[in-house]
């Protein structure tokens, strides 16, 4: 599956993230551990795929929790996560790859890769995740599967955190390591400036992407991102960040209202998102 599986005929992207079934787990208070619990998850990320598949232009998938989205699909693209959720295990690590869904099986089923990668220029890891991101982009091409590589730029211990040395860590990672992707998503860069200067940096679409912002907080960076060279957005918890508000009385999740969410709320947001990147795209081409 190449890019234009996942854009609108203006060249938008919006894509949801229904990969992060153990962030979402975790949200609304269920241990993945038990297999009622997972049912559970697999059932909203279902709900979340199939309301998605109708107004965005992509679904992020893994290969345990939200593959089965992909058999109820409209018309959306696929994408499916070649790596394991790094919140599980060390962030700052080297990913690890699924071991029984790979780019063979990506390409059977007509999809795309999506890998995130947590990076830094200086980090001990860096030539060492450049190794693997070449390497999977290689075999990606030989496929003839396109990639989106996520980007997501962090402070070393011992750095100061500040605006200025995100911004330059963010801007030496693309240019590191963006020319083994077909499509990138991005954090916010913080200013309109900065979402220029990637976009003159980059000759392929970017994204962005979202972290733990709230979603007005999310809907304004994406207009300046948009208006500033972005093509769409690739957004996951910011959707849903409400969830773990509704519980019962026992503080376990309240089914019936987290699902009156999703058919209304978190439906509203996907045509919000997508309305506002469709409208700024047309105008900026």
Known sequence: MTLPSIQSKQGTIGLIE?????????????????????AVIEKLLTSMGEIS????????????????????????????RLTILQ????????????????????????????????????????????QLLAEIYDYCDYLDIHLLLKIIAY????????????????????????RTADVVALQYPLDPLAAATITAELDIPWVLSSQGQSYEEYKQELRVSLENGATGFCIGTPLWR???????????PDL??????????????????????????????
């Open 18 to 38: 229904l990969d992060l079934a153990p962030k979402l787990a975790s949200l609304i208070g269920l241990n993945l551990e038990l297999q009622e619990n997972v």
């Open 87 to 130: 919140d599980e295990t060390d962030p700052l690590a080297v990913p690890s790859l699924f071991p029984n869904y790979g780019l063979e099986e990506m390409r059977n089923n007509y999809n795309m890769a999506a890998l995130e990668l947590f990076y830094h220029p200086q980090e001990d890891n860096a030539l060492k995740k450049k």
């Open 53 to 80: 598949s109708h107004h965005l232009t992509g679904l992020i998938v893994d290969p345990i929790y939200s593959f089965a989205v992909t058999k109820k699909k409209g018309q959306a693209g696929v994408l499916t």
């Open 256 to 285: 019936e209202k987290i699902n009156q969410f999703i058919e209304t709320t978190f439906k509203d947001r996907l045509i919000e998102l997508m309305r506002i990147s469709t409208e700024i795209v047309k105008n900026n081409s």
């Open 242 to 252: 409400e969830l773990k508000n509704m519980k019962l009385e026992d503080k376990s």
């Open 155 to 178: 402070t070393p211990a011992g750095q100061e955190p500040s605006q200025e040395n995100f911004q330059k860590s963010q801007l030496q990672a693309i240019q590191e390591i963006c």
